[in-house]
């Protein structure tokens, strides 16, 4: 900054650097000498509004965001679920989803999605072909993954997080990705055919060594992420992505353990509506796409479970708010780990996180979001509709905001 002060760029990095560190006083100061510098400019309100919200100073937050004609005014705003403002919250949901569209968003890709998850489902039939299958050794000589997935804003963090304050499991965050792998499948398998269907090429004798390849270049790109750390046998990887991939996990990585975090699916709904993601086909673009989405998912995440020989472990978001340490317990045990009190502390944990959940995992648990869908239930009729028979698969009711006095709906 000294060397360049005319970067507005810069110092921004250095708030968002501050905030990392939960140093929200100096994260203030930093921004008052930015915009003594450049005043007006709106980045710097935003980052402002962002770090006052982080302080719980919400209504000043609101209030710098809904100043005049500012160009973040419909952009998505976080209201506190109290009553009488679902409706406005919901109004500045919908206003954030129309104006990406309308600044040149993409809309969902279903199509794309529908025919991946097709072929997906068509490569790994029932048991026949999947006996003759060879499948990866386990590398014990190197610390080893344990994937978490679910689907965008299903709280996996809440899983990750305990986690990686254990001693013998690093935080692999999100770096990884098995979906990188997919796309070098068929240079290194020599196959004219794209993912998944190049994966045929296992069965011949001189690609039967591919499945150790691939997962040899998955464990470097771990290490020279600098997860294999001092001490661990584990690292974690939550690519939002990872359960498109499932059949390929199970053939690389059968042994290691697999948790699976689920919520309410209007929740999760809900959740992806009031954020802006681009990733998973953007499905995030309208209300029904993200149930429609969720549906594709759920379908083809059954499809494995009947197929595959998985050592897998579901997890529900409202048990581990309600119960943090028994279902904590649960998961370690899962994964073979004795227990560490220091994993229910995990909001102590000040490793950066790169996802939209980065705010909510440096609090304390809370159950403020379980069940959040109640207060905006009569805006999601448009989820709802797709959603029901997924919501009753999952063992999930839909309740009314006030439960006592509606009782459950019925899909």
Not at 52 to 68: I, V
Not at 92 to 111: I, N, Q, S, T, W
Not at 362 to 370: A, H, P, V
Request: glycine fraction near 6%; charge should be positive.
């Amino acid at each position: 900054m000294a060397l360049k002060p005319d970067v507005v760029q810069t110092r921004l990095g250095c708030v968002r650097m501050e905030v990392v560190d939960r140093k929200f006083p100096r994260a203030l100061a930093l921004l008052d000498k930015t915009e003594r510098l450049f005043p007006g400019n709106p980045s710097i309100h935003l980052n402002r509004a962002t770090v006052l919200s982080r302080m719980k100073r919400d209504e000043e937050a609101l209030a710098l965001l809904n100043a005049g004609n500012a160009p973040w005014a419909v952009r998505t705003v976080r209201e506190r679920p109290v009553a009488g403002r679902d409706g406005p919250a919901f109004a500045c949901f919908e206003a954030g989803k129309h104006a990406v569209l309308a600044l040149g968003g993409r809309p969902y890709m279903e199509d794309v999605a529908s025919d991946m998850a097709a072929r997906l489902k068509g490569f790994l039939p029932p048991p026949r072909r999947l006996a003759t299958l060879p499948t990866a050794p386990l590398r014990a000589d190197m610390p080893q993954p344990v994937f978490i997935f679910g689907f965008p804003r299903s709280g996996s963090k809440l899983i990750e997080q305990p986690l990686t304050v254990h001693p013998r499991i690093a935080a692999g965050d999100e770096p990884l990705s098995i979906g990188d792998i997919t796309q070098i499948i068929p240079g290194l398998l020599a196959s004219l055919l794209s993912y998944p269907e190049a994966l045929a090429e296992i069965w011949m004798g001189d690609q039967r060594d591919g499945l150790e390849e691939l997962r040899d270049y998955y464990l470097n790109r771990a290490r020279k992420a600098g997860l294999f750390q001092k001490g661990a046998a584990f690292f974690t990887d939550k690519m939002p992505l990872n359960e498109t991939h499932l059949g390929l996990i199970a053939l690389l990585f059968r042994q290691l353990p697999v948790i699976h975090m689920l919520r309410h699916p209007l929740d999760v709904a809900l959740s992806i509506y009031a954020n802006h993601l681009r990733h998973d086909y953007f499905c995030a673009s309208a209300l029904e796409s993200i149930a429609r989405h969720y549906v594709l998912k759920a379908d083809l995440m059954a499809h494995y479970r009947q197929v595959l020989s998985l050592c897998y472990l579901p997890v529900r978001y409202e048990e581990m708010v309600a119960s943090q340490e028994s279902e904590v317990r649960k998961i370690l045990d899962f994964i073979g780990i004795e227990f560490d009190s220091r994993c229910l502390s995990f909001e102590r944990n000040t490793r950066y996180v790169r996802t939209a959940s980065y705010a909510q995992v440096t609090e304390k648990l809370y159950d403020r979001s379980s069940y959040r869908y109640r207060t905006y239930l009569k805006h999601l009729t448009a989820a709802l509709n797709v959603l029901c028979p997924v919501i009753e698969r999952l063992g999930y009711k839909i309740n009314a905001p006030e439960p006592a006095n509606s009782g459950d709906a019925v899909c």
